[in-house]
């Protein structure tokens, strides 16, 4: 009883119900044993007791917390960093964390609100759709610039009559963010960070099955490095790589990231240009070519 006037508010509408409906048949008692009664000779504590049981079933039915009563609730579910709400079957909030609040900008909400004042309309259509799921659901969704694990559990009574649910946001955007660089990078050329071959042949695949709906066309350019083997040789490795890096740079600043480009192996490079004429692909290529003619690399040896 301690613990349950210091709750919340709502908790204790419950509680002055359950308190009322004590007082009221031991009052009636006492009085007519000293004998202060409206009728002299008339117990009126059977009608004292049928007021109380009233009361007390307003209090059970109309807040119907005693299904769902919050266990150290300090301790647990405010000092985590999930948001937490859990909702009666009519989508109720029955409770919620400070940690939802925050990521909702709920700090406002109340005990006893609808869970659509709580939650975004977007992010209620998943809900929705959890709910109607016989067991524990969850699913990816994204909030703003975060995204959240989102997470609902029918819970059910000692009958197994459902009587709400529990839903949990775990932030994962940290995780999606690290999961994210880890695909690209597997995507791209590690020296030159242009797509590696494999990728740069799953996205000319993705263009030509494009064009063969949209009736478009798709010209191709292909490129290596005149006597690379004599700027490996000449030079090391490590003005080789100048030179290739030196040629992304190039291709990169002409094509401004219009086109597909990607390093096919070694020193040859291939060009993906969709819906562009032959003309333009060859106009393309000449001013790549133009330019790199006309691009000098200083290597470290020549300095040195």
Same mark, same amino acid.
């Given at each position: 009883m301690k613990g349950l006037s210091?709750?919340?508010r709502f908790y204790r509408k419950q509680l002055n119900y359950l308190i009322a409906g004590i007082i009221i048949p031991a009052t009636i008692n006492i009085l007519y044993v000293i004998g202060i009664t409206p009728i002299p000779y008339m117990n009126f504590a059977t009608a004292g007791m049928s007021l109380s049981g009233l009361l007390v079933g307003f209090a059970l039915f109309r807040y119907r917390f005693l299904s769902i009563s919050p266990i150290a609730r300090e301790l647990i579910i405010d000092t985590m960093l999930d948001g937490i709400v859990v909702v009666n079957e009519n @989508?109720?909030?029955?409770d919620i964390n400070v940690a939802t609040k925050e990521m909702f900008d709920a700090h406002s909400i109340e005990l006893g609100c609808k869970l659509v004042d709580v939650i975004p309309s977007e992010i209620m259509a998943h809900i929705e759709v959890l709910m109607k799921k016989k067991n524990s659901e969850s699913r990816l969704i994204t909030f703003k610039d975060k995204v959240f694990d989102l997470h609902v559990t029918p819970l059910f009574d000692y009958r197994s009559k459902h009587n709400g649910n529990l839903i949990m946001?775990? $932030?994962v955007t940290e995780r999606e963010k690290l999961h994210h660089q880890?695909?690209?990078? #597997?995507? @791209?050329?590690?020296?030159?960070? !242009? @797509?590696?071959?494999k990728a740069l042949f799953e996205e000319i695949e993705k263009e030509r099955v494009r064009i063969l709906h949209t009736k478009g066309c798709l010209s191709l350019i292909m490129m290596? !490095? $005149?006597y690379f083997k004599q700027v490996n040789d000449s030079y090391g490795h490590e003005g080789g790589d100048r030179a290739i890096e030196m040629l992304v740079d190039v291709i990169n600043n002409t094509l401004n990231g219009q086109h597909i480009f990607g390093r096919y192996g070694g020193d040859?490079? !291939? !060009? #993906?240009l969709a819906d562009t004429s032959f003309e333009k692909t060859l106009g393309i290529a000449r001013l790549i070519?133009?330019?790199l003619t006309r691009t000098s690399i200083v290597s470290k040896k020549l300095l040195s």
């Open positions: 210091k709750g919340h @989508l109720h909030v029955v946001f775990h $932030d880890v695909r690209q990078g #597997a995507k @791209l050329d590690p020296l030159t960070q !242009i @797509l590696n071959r290596d !490095i $005149d040859e490079f !291939i !060009i #993906a070519h133009t330019r």
